[in-house]
Nanobody, 126 residues
Framework: DVQLQAYGGGSVQVGDSLRLSCATS????????VGWFRQAPGKEREFVGA???????TTADSVKGRFTISRDTTKNILYLQMNNLEPDDRAVYVC????????????????????WGQGTLVTVSS
């Protein structure tokens, strides 16, 4: 079974840092793009960032310069390093796998990901 499990969320203060992890199993980690998404209360799920099968990555404009995506291909774990957190970063963060292997480019649309894990909650207090 394909599994993705996000963890590492918590309650932090404005300006703090937090690193989220997404443990994956059941598929070849280096053959698929894996991404981070978040959903705040009352809002739609939005793309945060993703890393492609070949290591190319991208982040949303709203987090660019503050969030960094990386992966450990020996452990099949995706990371999201979040720095300088803001109140608007408060959300449930979820990781997901892209539907196709060896996709050219870094997919950023929620609809293009078909396998989703459980989320982890991040709260940011001022």
């Amino acid at each position: 079974d394909v599994q993705l499990q996000a963890y590492g969320g918590g309650s932090v203060q404005v300006g703090d840092s937090l690193r989220l992890s997404c443990a994956t199993s059941g598929f070849r980690f280096t053959s698929y793009a894996v991404g981070w998404f978040r959903q705040a209360p009352g809002k739609e799920r939005e793309f945060v960032g993703a890393i492609n099968w070949n290591g190319a990555s991208t982040t949303a404009d709203s987090v660019k310069g503050r969030f960094t995506i990386s992966r450990d291909t020996t452990k099949n774990i995706l990371y999201l390093q979040m720095n300088n957190l803001e109140p608007d970063d408060r959300a449930v963060y979820v990781c997901a796998r892209f539907r196709d292997s060896f996709f050219a480019g870094v997919p950023a649309s929620t609809k293009q990901y078909d396998l989703w894990g459980q989320g982890t909650l991040v709260t940011v207090s001022s």
